[in-house]
């Protein structure tokens, strides 16, 4: 995908799956814009000091000020937003109080949707149109999977909303908003974490990346309001 000359900002961008699309973006001449949480991820991300990606510290995309301050660091209107933050909790419904229900709607949604409006501001300023990916989970599409981790169900599920209803807003203006659900993906965590599971299966990052790499990219002329599912053989 050509992004060259073009601004991009990626939300988790130090993660595994982030790492990927940061990875193919600067390839693609993308100016990449990246914030982080904890000092830890920016000094293992594999991009750093690519002259192409700025590293922005923040204290929680879900406070306004902290969002604004990244889409300022862009310097001019992003040509797009792609937005992978989140966090990822199991807990029955009996088991989650308020405060682990509010950090999973904070962590996944809140915060893709400031990113989402500050995004969306800015292009609208600058009239030139752009690309907006969100994130999803499976459990946003198919709500009895989320069964045991209804929170992030929750959370996720909004995502998936914000993404379609957003779409409809803003098509108009030359903005497709659209957004991947993944499955459990290949990652070094995740393998840990279910050692038994059949690994082979599931979607791997590079894969995820590529579909959210065409969604965001000019050579997608005509899909918005899409969720997409990306669930490998899962």
Known sequence: MDFSNRIVVVTGGTGALG???VGHLITGGARCIVPYVHAAEAERFAHRGDKNVTLVSVRDLAD????GRVYAEAGAAPWASIQIAGGFAMGAVADTDRKALMAQIDGNLVSCFLCCRAAVNAMLAARQGGRIVNVAARPALEWRSGAGMSAYAIAKAGVAVLTTTLA???????ILVNAVAPSIMDTPAN???MPKADHAAWPKVE?????????ASADNRVTRGAIVPVYGKS
Do not use: C, P, Q, S
């Open 168 to 174: 409809e807003e803003v098509a108009k203006d030359g």
């Open 64 to 67: 306004e000020t902290d969002v």
């Open 19 to 21: 790492a990927a699309v």
């Open 207 to 215: 894969e995820v990346a590529a579909t959210i790499l065409f969604l």
């Open 191 to 193: 393998r840990a974490a």
